[in-house]
């Protein structure tokens, strides 16, 4: 059961009301449901489907993943249905595909901003939007940030970074840290895989980083479009262009969904991956798993000692000093205590 | 008659990382099976999770709980 609540982002125009949330811009008619299939028209209005969360749990900051923001942070983990686009190899897809795949049958009762935020305050944790589309729960993101902001709660999305530049404009204040997916280098393979436009995608991620937000990317290895050479060279490029210390998640593709004909990732590629990430001249390139220890390792740039371990799960031991190598004295990008604020 | 999904903060791990190269297709499916007075409970790991998902389905199970990714 969802319910639809009343929502913001959209404005009149000539022939109807036209969202504003994604570069989507639909032009929706009385009844009309928006490509997203959560946000709709009723009469002079537009209603969103994302103000309830098919789950509410607990994981730490890790499994996001984030490695350069508050090591070790718990976060109580939201996910309104839907998303903006759909990505043939989504194994969140029963969440994810709300609206779009009748596979998709979720429960998402409203979520109840106040007793969310005391929960994080009383775990000493944060708030986190993923597993689905985050950008479309815009609202309940800024409710969210509202009350957690004065608390010094963090909030962070797991995202697909499809938004308009002036829905990233309201949503970025709020925002501590955000990691997003860039799924391919080339508008044709983006949109074969996600059924959406890359720019946008690459926009967002200029205008949250030039905003202060603390960014991540992660690439999954998708065959036919992200595992290529050409493609993660040019992905590196773009992430590199952020900044050389944007961490770069390489992710192993699980054959589910609609690609299930295809292999799982190997460990050789991901290796592969990650030397053309560090080729590109990214600091910080990461595999959760399939490379050990080392995949999930920060090393200095400076000297090369390992100066953050970290689990599967989360456990992390960091060396760090003041945010710095305790060898070299190299600072380490990112956000490591409560009190450091990027831009600042 | 759909199988309801759960979704749950953690399932435990039965394939470690060490074992991907030793299966490049992807077709190991480790189960774990016990019980007690309440019933039975397998816990599954695959690297195709949807060959997983047909596997418990068969069984008929009250519900399947699914770890998210992210």
Redesign the interface.
Known sequence: MVAWVPADFYRAVDGGLQCTLCPFRCRLRDGDTGACKVRRREGDRVLTATWGTTVEHWSSVERKPFYHFRPGLPLLTLAPPGCSFRCDYCVNHRVSQYGRDPDSRVSAPDADVEKLVAAAAERGGGLALSYSEPSLAAELTLELGARARPLGIPLVWKSNGFLTPEAVERVAPVLDAVNIDVKAADEDAHRRLTGAPLAPVLETLRLLTAAGVWVEVSTPLIPGTSAEDRQLGRIAEFVASLGPDTPWHLLRFTPTYRMRDQRPTSPERLADAARIGRAAGLRYVYVERALGAEGRATRCPGCGVEVVARGVWGQTESLLRDGSCPGCGEPIAGIWTVDERTGA | MSTE?R????LP?LIE??E??DH???RLVRLRISWDEKGVEVLGDA????MLEALLEKMGPDAVE?M???
């Open positions: 999904y979704f749950v903060e953690d791990d990382a060490s991907y190269d490049p297709e992807g690297f195709r999770p949807d699914q998210l990714c992210g």
